[in-house]
Nanobody, 116 residues
Framework: VQLQACGGGLVQAGGSLRLSCVAS????????VGWFRQPPGKERGYVAH????????FYGEFAKGRFTISKNNGKNTVYLQMNSLNAEDTAVYYC??????????WGQGTQVTVSS
């Protein structure tokens, strides 16, 4: 499984961005796809994930109400819509795929910078 993340950029506080993660290869092995982020000088942390079959969604506490994860089955793409962004959301965002025993596959990351 290969993952390609994109959609990051520079946005003002209060603005929105939508990240995309395109999965290719043996996508039938995917159990779920998630987003993680690594702020400057901090460890990578969980944002949200979605079940590949069925579409159930799960969020980290800070993401509830501001971020929405969704997917387009026909395009093998998972999205992360981020609204009401603030400076604390500045990070490199990664998508990852879970095949039932851990996050095995990772994309290259996309930078999100929120200016105040």
């Amino acid at each position: 499984v290969q993952l390609q993340a994109c959609g990051g950029g520079l946005v003002q506080a209060g603005g929105s961005l939508r990240l995309s993660c395109v999965a290719s290869g043996q996508t039938s092995r995917i159990y779920s796809v998630g987003w993680f982020r690594q702020p400057p000088g901090k460890e990578r942390g969980y944002v949200a994930h979605i079940l590949w079959n069925g579409g159930g969604t799960f969020y980290g506490e800070f993401a509830k109400g501001r971020f929405t994860i969704s997917k387009n089955n026909g395009k093998n793409t998972v999205y992360l819509q981020m609204n009401s962004l603030n400076a604390e959301d500045t990070a490199v965002y990664y998508c990852a795929a879970h095949k039932g025993a851990g996050w095995h596959y990772w994309g290259q990351g996309t930078q999100v910078t929120v200016s105040s």
